[in-house]
Nanobody, 119 residues
Framework: VQLQASGGGLVEAGGSLRLSCAASGRFVSVNSMGWYRQAPGKQRELVAS??????NSADSVLGRFFISRDNAKNTVYLQMNSLRPEDTAVYYC???????????????WGRGTQVTVSS
């Protein structure tokens, strides 16, 4: 099972980016999906997650970042608006994936995509 993220890049403060992450490989179910980020010298932190119809977002991105999901495509999106220099980080996709029926969900991570916001 792999998670392939895309959509990162360089943007000016106030701009927008949309990240995408698709799960591929052999599995039977995907539970929660989400985005984490890690800035230089800092710990990895949750940005937003989605499970079923429920979402959870960090306080620092509320009202600016919006997470959504296409279950048919096993893809999660992160729409990032009003970007700030402090949003600069490597963004990682995460998903709980069940490879076989009767097996617990495995925690899968993507490689990460760089988001850089210039002031």
């Amino acid at each position: 099972v792999q998670l392939q993220a895309s959509g990162g890049g360089l943007v000016e403060a106030g701009g927008s980016l949309r990240l995408s992450c698709a799960a591929s490989g052999r599995f039977v179910s995907v539970n929660s999906m989400g985005w984490y980020r890690q800035a230089p010298g800092k710990q990895r932190e949750l940005v937003a997650s989605i499970r079923g119809g429920s979402t959870n977002s960090a306080d620092s991105v509320l009202g600016r970042f919006f997470i959504s999901r296409d279950n048919a495509k096993n893809t999660v999106y992160l729409q990032m608006n009003s970007l700030r220099p402090e949003d600069t980080a490597v963004y990682y996709c995460n998903a709980g994936v069940r490879r076989h029926w009767g097996r617990d969900f495995d925690d899968i991570w993507g490689r990460g995509t760089q988001v850089t916001v210039s002031s």
